[in-house]
């Protein structure tokens, strides 16, 4: 695995390949093109591309029939000459799947090329007291529906990403370690695909990653060439965007931030080690310090983490003060630690998501003091600290994305419409 994963942009557009025998690389430089420029000629693309006017009229004609690309209207191209038909990427055939198992939910997002919403759901599962057999069990119950209802409505399913917080070698698609969840060395993808049997690929990324991914393309700091997103969950992952690429480390296990040691005297982690920051600012450490009597040791079933948010707020909101003594002891610690990271990676912007989004009035002023007080650079090196518009959804939408980019790589993964329509695969 490499260092790191570029992301495209519309402004790095892939070039022409300059072999016929490259014919894939070519569909996927008119499919991008059209999707990051917008709706184009086949004289525009020609220009455009650089591509010869014989090789375009062939690309699009395949990307027309394997259903990625649609003709429209009509337009003048000048005062003399016939009309050209414009031509549009079309997302309606081809969907997407995201997929999360985190501590205390299963979720799934599912959504076309063209960015249409087609499935969303998100369920409470107590995957700490469960099995990897009984979470993946319960993960492809939710996905053979998701599956189904993008079916309905008329998309293909060309990719799966599974989410998982831990350790992942991506490669292979198996969780090589995730604490929280208890599981070690569990071929996800493998199972997965098995208990399908649909022959739709199946990819497994660490949710921190797969966040990240999402916040540079569609959050609110879409674009941001440095950032670090940390995920708010009952553990704390990170995502690091240094330069427009997502920062994997040599092995694929960068950005574990939420085991790095903030208090050696702490309590015992789920990886088995004590102090780690997510004991200090994960949502298991907000529920035992604001509601000790609900906490996730406490007996009977687990809630949506959205659910506990709920009543920690209403209690916020009458002006219970251990609520609001809470919310300041979490801000302290994760303003500390985002010092950390600020002085490792020198961010623009650290983003919160999952709980850390709901709950940002409450901690986010305490924890910019704090990183202001802590950043060895001064203003010089300051960064800004922002909540996700995003939620719990994020890990879940760059899945999809990630999915989506692999058919934006090679369209010639989905099937020619005529191929889908006799049935044959």
Not at 5 to 25: D, F, I, K, Q, V
Not at 233 to 247: D, F, M, P, T
Not at 292 to 314: C, K, M, S
Not at 332 to 360: D, E, K, M
Request: glycine letters at 12%; charged letters at 20%; aromatic letters at 4%.
């Amino acid at each position: 695995m490499s260092l790191a994963t570029p992301l495209r942009t519309p402004a790095e557009p892939a070039a022409p390949a300059g072999s016929a025998t490259m014919r894939r690389n070519n569909l996927a430089l008119v499919l991008r093109h059209l999707q990051h420029q917008g709706p184009r000629s086949r004289a525009d693309i020609v220009v455009e591309t650089r591509l010869s006017k014989a090789t375009v009229s062939s690309l699009v004609a395949e990307l027309v029939d394997r259903g990625l690309v649609r003709e429209g209207a009509l337009r003048q191209e000048g005062a003399i000459g016939r009309p050209a038909r414009i031509l549009e990427v079309d997302g309606s055939r081809v969907g997407a799947l995201g997929l999360e198992v985190n501590v205390d939910y299963i979720a799934v997002f599912g959504r076309d090329l063209g960015g249409q919403i087609l499935v969303r759901r998100r369920v409470a599962f107590d995957a700490m007291n469960a099995t990897p057999d009984e979470a993946l069990s319960r993960l492809a119950v939710m996905t053979r529906e998701a599956l189904a209802e993008m079916t309905r409505r008329g998309a293909v399913p060309a990719g799966i990403t599974v989410a998982i917080p831990g350790l992942i070698d991506v490669a292979r698609g198996h969780v090589l370690l995730a604490p929280n969840l208890g599981w070690r060395e569990v071929p996800v993808a493998e199972r997965l695909a098995a208990e399908l049997g649909a022959g739709i690929p199946v990819r497994v990324d660490n949710d921190a990653n797969l966040s990240a991914l999402a916040e540079f393309r569609e959050g609110s700091a879409a674009g941001t060439a440095d950032l670090v997103y940390l995920t708010g969950e009952v553990g704390v992952g990170g995502g690091v965007i240094v330069g427009g690429r997502l920062l994997r480390g040599p092995d694929g296990f960068a950005g574990e931030v939420g085991h790095m040691s903030v208090d050696p005297g702490g309590i015992e982690c789920g990886c088995g080690r004590r102090g780690c920051w997510e004991t200090k600012v994960g949502l298991a450490a907000l529920v035992r310090l604001a509601t000790p009597d609900q906490g996730y040791a406490a007996p009977g079933p687990v809630p949506d983490p959205e659910v506990r948010l709920a009543g920690i707020l209403d209690m916020a909101a009458a002006g219970d003060q251990p609520t609001h003594l809470a919310f300041a002891e979490v801000g302290r610690w994760l303003g500390l630690g985002c010092s950390i990271l600020v002085n490792l990676f020198n961010p623009h912007v650290l983003v919160l998501g999952g709980y850390f989004a709901r709950v940002a009035q409450f901690v986010v002023p305490t924890a910019q003091a704090e990183l202001d007080r802590l950043v060895l650079a001064g203003q010089a090196g300051m960064c800004r600290i922002e909540a996700s518009t995003l939620g719990f959804e994020a890990a879940v939408r760059g899945g999809c994305g990630v999915a989506i980019e692999r058919v934006l790589d090679d369209p010639t993964s989905v099937p020619p419409v005529t191929v889908v329509q006799s049935g044959i695969r």
